[in-house]
């Protein structure tokens, strides 16, 4: 008979005549280090202690003392493309990953998925014989996807990884997180009052994850990509650590910048002639402002700091884990971020995010009100430009920019075996997050297939930094380097970088291209454009060529139109359909959910009650946004919570025991709008909602629980349904078409704002 298994053994009429063989399992080498890749979001070329920052990080700047620091090295302006280049080894735009893994515009340049023809670091390291775990913030599958109902081929399990704990989206509270654990759903173990914080939780599954393979098979290295929720926004962290910084910032954003610009350059981080860029538009001199908005601005700078220590705290842990089971020098260790600091906190910080992305501007003098909640799980937070741009000292710009402050990130590796006597060095070699794959498949001395799974794979287009680690002045290998995002380009060529801030909706011919030196010139500070007309033009002309030749085209700047899926007949989940759920079913993420905010919509709950039962009907959002419906004291109540603003509805008669239906009547009428409480078909209450928010929350929808905090006050998370609800129903009514825009801008900045 036909044999689909390779045998090599004889096989002959009996046992005794015949040859076992067994095939050898892949293994990379008894000498085959583990691999950690480590991921911080949002942090700035200078936000590290090491880096020249005043926040402490004492555990990351042991690791830099024992590995090395390299000066020039770039990612993508965005945490979706970086991710994916990281992973990969292959420029974002080639990979399907332009922007954020939210959308897809049909382009392949933008699919919201890593490519099948490009293999990850988990995949190429699995093949090897590795252990693969992936542990915090994926952010590389289409979000309509990361609902229960999947499809689950680009969830981390099917792109190498053997385990995987964290979260799907962007973003996720720090208190209250939205966690899956490989392929399903799961709830935090503790809450904020029992201490717990979504930092710590990762590395106690960093270390089990690492502890059990090593526990159960020793002979097989493993390679982690940890990547955190730290320090994205919300900034929170614990209580001690938000007080150790009380007024550690009171001086403001110009003295931080300078002092962190003096330690870089007495730290040989920049060249000595690199000086100190000019404030970024929109941000003010600290010592104009008004005490208010220099007050706050100081608690928001406080939370992040705070947050950072917090995380080098936590990182500590997983290093001293690592020594405990032997296994810390025999690891590489790569750490890096992902994009730089944020702006998207505005000119002057935002207590609430989900404020912002309503289109309500709290003022310094309204959020200072609420000052002692900052950090805390009762707030939201980010900090505004100016805190953002010293984060990326000496640089100007920001994330989702092309120039220097938006690319230029820190990165540090260990790996004693190749680098002790090197131990503490520098490197300023120009290189790229798609360097960082060649770098480990080198090191380990593997080759990525050319085939995986029946599908042709790119090549790598990252180059090996190994040949830095024992010559710290050998020329750089990395020569040519294209940024692009929202249409913001640049390139980079032999010590010379072209770049353009596009604006929004104008032609891309009237771009204004700016031309530095950047060897000599880092920050950017001399734009010699008209100086040098030829060599600017030439590199526009190799940006085109790299363009092409990466799949960056066609350049696409739109805003709200990019994030039309969920209005578009391709959907799954349109906004204009009747959804019917049969509790008990896993919550839903937020792109998966009805598109309930900013319009109108009905609901009707079929359930069987006994006397005494109560609990969530329907919640969506946490304590600081949202709406609930629910059963208490044998009243129907519906909540609905803008920014702690509630406005409740309790039924005028009690609910019935028995089949029941249950009902809501949500109408929008301009800005606000008003809501009924149904129970067998007949009205029970009514109220106004003053303001009907366009965007709930970035938690999206549970049936028979509330996930994450509380939506009202009136219940404590979970509170649990006791009831049977048979099925809930939502139909969501098509806006009028003036409302029909305030719902897309909603669903674009709430996207947008998870990046």
């Not at 090599?8 to 008894?30: D, L, M, N, Q, Y």
């Not at 830099?64 to 280049?85: D, I, K, M």
């Not at 190498?160 to 979260?167: K, M, Q, S, V």
């Not at 209580?239 to 910048?257: N, P, S």
Request: glycine share 8%.
């Amino acid at each position: 008979m036909k044999r689909y298994e390779p045998f090599e053994g004889v096989i002959g009429k009996t046992v005794s005549e015949s040859t076992p063989w067994w095939p050898t399992p892949p293994h990379p080498g008894e000498d085959a280090p583990n691999v950690i890749v480590i991921l911080i979001d949002d942090l700035g070329f200078g936000h590290f202690n090491c880096f020249g920052s005043d926040i402490a990080t004492p555990r990351i700047d042991q690791l830099a003392s024992e590995g090395l620091r390299f000066t020039n090295y770039h990612v993508t302006p965005l945490c979706s493309p970086t991710r994916a280049a990281l992973m990969t080894g292959r420029n974002h735009h080639e990979v399907g990953m332009r922007s954020v893994s939210n959308f897809n515009t049909g382009f392949p340049h933008m699919r919201g998925s890593v490519s099948n023809h490009a293999t990850t670091m988990a995949e190429v390291l699995r093949g090897e014989g590795y252990t693969t775990f992936m542990v915090g913030k994926w952010h590389l599958c289409p979000m309509e996807q990361a609902s229960a109902a999947g499809p689950y081929d680009q969830w981390p399990l099917a792109r190498g990884f053997d385990r995987f704990y964290g979260f799907m989206d962007g973003e996720t509270d720090q208190f209250s997180p939205d966690l899956t654990y490989d392929n399903h759903r799961v709830d935090p173990p503790a809450t904020a009052a029992e201490g717990y914080h979504l930092t710590e939780d990762l590395v106690d599954h960093a270390m089990l994850f690492v502890r059990d393979a090593k526990s159960l098979r020793p002979d097989r290295p493993f390679f982690m990509y940890f990547a955190l929720g730290a320090t994205h926004a919300p900034h929170q962290a614990p209580e001690r650590f938000l007080q150790k910084y009380r007024g550690a910032f009171d001086q403001g954003w110009d003295v931080a910048r300078e002092r962190t610009y003096a330690r870089q350059r007495e730290m040989g981080l920049i060249p000595e002639n690199t000086e100190l860029a000019p404030r970024n538009p929109g941000v003010e001199p600290w010592d104009s402002l008004p005490e208010n908005q220099r007050r706050l601005a100081a608690r928001l700078q406080e939370a992040f700091a705070g947050f950072l220590e917090h995380t080098d705290e936590q990182l500590g842990r997983l290093f001293d884990a690592l020594k405990e089971i032997g296994e810390f020098d025999n690891t590489v260790i790569i750490l890096q971020s992902d994009n730089g600091a944020s702006q998207e906190g505005g000119p002057f910080g935002v207590m609430h995010e989900m404020k912002f992305f309503n289109m309500i501007l709290e003022t310094p003098d309204e959020a200072i009100a609420h000052i002692d909640d900052i950090g805390g799980p009762h707030s939201h937070t980010n900090y505004p430009w100016g805190w953002a741009q010293a984060g990326n000292t000496p640089f100007k710009w920001y994330k989702q920019n092309t120039h220097e402050g938006g690319v230029h990130v820190p990165l540090i590796i260990r790996y004693p075996r190749d680098i002790a006597d090197q131990a503490g060095g520098l490197r300023d070699q120009y290189h790229h997050v798609t360097d960082i794959a060649p770098t480990v498949y080198d090191i380990i001395g593997v080759t990525p297939p050319a085939v995986y799974r029946g599908l042709e794979q790119m090549p790598l287009s990252g180059t090996s930094m190994t040949y830095t680690f024992d010559a710290p002045d050998a020329p750089s290998e990395k020569k040519v380097q294209y940024s692009e995002m929202m249409g913001h380009r640049a390139i980079y060529a032999d010590g010379w970088k072209a770049v353009t801030r596009h604006e929004m909706g104008t032609s891309f011919d009237n771009d204004n291209w700016e031309l530095y030196h950047v060897e000599v010139d880092r920050s950017e500070c001399h734009n010699l454009a008209e100086a040098e007309p030829e060599r600017l033009a030439a590199l526009i002309d190799l940006w085109w060529k790299e363009a092409d030749e990466h799949l960056v085209l066609p350049l696409d700047d739109r805003g709200i139109e990019l994030f039309g899926a969920r209005f578009a007949d391709r959907t799954v989940h349109p906004t204009s359909r009747r959804y019917t759920y049969y509790p008990p079913i896993s919550p839903i993420p937020s792109q998966a959910s009805p598109a309930i905010g900013g319009r109108t919509w009905n609901l009707t709950a079929h359930a069987h009650l006994a006397s005494g039962d109560d609990g969530v009907i329907f919640s969506s959002g946490t304590e600081n946004s949202g709406l609930a419906l629910f059963i208490k004291e044998s009243r129907l109540v519906f909540d609905y919570n803008a920014f702690d603003d509630h406005t409740v509805i309790s039924s005028n008669v009690a609910v019935p025991t028995g089949d029941v239906t249950l009902g809501l009547r949500f109408r929008r009428t301009g800005r606000g709008g008003d809501a009924t409480l149904v129970i067998n078909g007949h009205d029970c209450g009514t109220a106004e909602i003053p303001l009907v928010l366009r965007t709930l929350s970035s938690v999206g929808s549970s049936f028979g629980v509330s996930q994450a905090s509380a939506v009202s006050r009136e219940y404590h998370a979970p509170f649990r349904f006791t009831g049977r609800l048979h099925k809930v129903e939502i139909e969501l009514i098509s806006p009028q078409r003036n409302q029909e825009r305030d719902v897309r801008e909603a669903d674009a900045r709430s996207i947008m704002g998870r990046q």
